[in-house]
Structure formats: C-alpha cells, structure tokens
C-alpha cells in the first residue's frame, strides 16, 4: 500500500495509519493540535492574522491533507488550492512526504467572485510528471469537498470524521472494500472503532509546518523584474516587502541585497 522507506523525520505530527481487517479499509488519524500551535505561531512570527471563522476552514483543509498524505506512498508529495465563494477566499495547502512537511495559506485579496468553486489538486511521484485534476464542489464544508474530490479523480471512497475538536479520522477504501460499512459509518461508530473493528497498525509518520522559504528564494522570484524595472519594483523606498505564496512569511528585500543577487548571476553566466 506504501513503500517501504522510513520518514526522513521522527518528529513532530505523529499520524497513525491503520488497515481494517475484513473490511479493506485504511484508516490515517491524528490529533491536530500540536500542528495548530505551529501554524499559529507562524502567523505571529511574522506579524499576520486571519478571521477565526477563516482559519477554522484553513485548519481543515490542513488536516485533510496531512491526513491524505499519510495514506499515499513515501514519494509523494500533493498540493490543492481551493477556492470558495462564501466565504470568498482562496486556500492552498500542500504535503510533502518526502521532506515530512505540510504547509499552506489562505487568500483574501483579489480573489474573484465571479469564479466557480473548484478544488484543484497537483501530485508528483517521484521523478514523474506532475498530474492535475479539479472538480467542482458544492458549500463550504472542506472536509466534504474532499471527499467530493476522492469520488471525482480518485475514483474511489473516501470519509473524514472528527474524533474532536483537533482530532480528525480519515477512512479511505481500499481495493475489494467493504463499500457499504464505509458508507454507512457515522462520528458515534468511528469513535467505538478501536472497539468495534479489528485495526492493524501500519505505520507511523511525523509531520512538521515548514515550507522552506528564504530570503535567496523570494530574490530569485524578484530577480527578473529587478532586471526590467527596478525603479518600478523599489521607487524611493530602500525596502521590498514580500510574502511567501506558501505560507505568507512576510520577507523584507533591501535594494542593496536584491542588486549584489542579480549582478552575481549575471556575473556567473
């Protein structure tokens, strides 16, 4: 079901995945709240705040991802965005199994109104090329337009079911599943499961908020307009500000810096 390789981290998240004996279903969950105090540290290091009512959304696109991803094999990392129209917003979340990272952020401004709901999800494995699909959704339930979204492309079952206020459960069918027991589980049954169901435990994986932005990368993303337009990029201002798509650190560019970076690539090529 997953290679075989170990996580390159045994830190942080701890998710544990489980197979459903006579049923053929996979089971990942986790208790999200140590991963929630990252996020929001992450927002008051670098001095930014979402609605709550926002972030309850962000927080469970986050979780389905991370939940997701420890159902999918060790080289696969996987990125939605996702765009609502009430409210109006944008999210985008991504896992990595590789590097055992999760990361996101949500989009307020400019975001269009006129636009359909639509879930967008790219995957890469390995060394292939990465696939997209998207579907439309309908209500602002994360959660079930993921499961919309497992129906659509993954061409199969997929349920989430919250243990607690933290704690998420999500059970994907596996292949000869006993499809009618998945569909029929409700929140009372899935918190007896342990109880009711024989679980074998698969695997444990760890993940951490990180995305890997750095001053070099956001340069690199400003490098060709300081080429074309640096007057219109700094005008009088000695200082660019800059936030990471990814996770919205907020990155402060000098025009001193920015300069020395252009002119030692071009120096270089």
């Not at 309908?138 to 993954?154: C, K, M, P, T, W």
């Not at 060709?224 to 402060?252: N, Q, W, Y």
Request: proline share 4%; net charge negative; glycine share 8%.
């Amino acid at each position: 079901m997953n290679e075989s390789e170990k996580s390159p981290a045994e830190t942080g998240l701890e998710v544990r995945s489980y197979f459903v004996r006579g049923r053929n279903a996979l089971v990942t969950r986790a208790d999200f709240g140590e991963l929630y105090v990252d996020y929001y540290l992450h927002q008051g290091q670098h001095g930014y705040q979402h609605e709550p009512s926002h972030d309850e959304l962000f927080k469970q696109a986050l979780a389905a991802i991370t939940l997701h991803c420890a159902s999918r094999p060790w080289n696969e990392s996987s990125a939605w965005t996702i765009h609502l129209r009430e409210p109006l917003l944008n999210l985008f979340v991504a896992g990595d199994n590789r590097l055992s990272t999760v990361v996101g952020q949500l989009f307020t401004e400019d975001v269009r109104a006129d636009a359909p709901q639509i879930f967008i999800a790219d995957v890469v494995r390995g060394g292939e090329d990465a696939r997209r699909s998207a579907v439309d959704f309908a209500g602002n339930d994360l959660f079930r337009a993921v499961e919309h979204y497992y129906v659509q492309s993954e061409q199969r079952l997929g349920r989430f079911f919250a243990n607690g206020p933290e704690d998420f459960v999500f059970i994907s069918a596996q292949p000869q599943c006993d499809l009618s027991w998945l569909e029929n589980l409700d929140a009372e049954a899935v918190a007896l499961l342990d109880e009711k169901e024989q679980l074998g435990l698969l695997e444990q994986r760890f993940y951490r908020w990180e995305c890997g932005c750095t001053q070099e990368r956001m340069m690199a993303v400003l490098a060709s307009v300081m080429r074309s337009d640096p007057e219109g990029l700094f005008g009088d201002d000695p200082v660019v500000r800059i936030s990471c798509p990814r996770c919205g650190a907020r990155h402060k560019i000098t025009r001193e810096a920015l300069e020395a970076y252009v002119g030692a690539g071009e120096s270089g090529t």
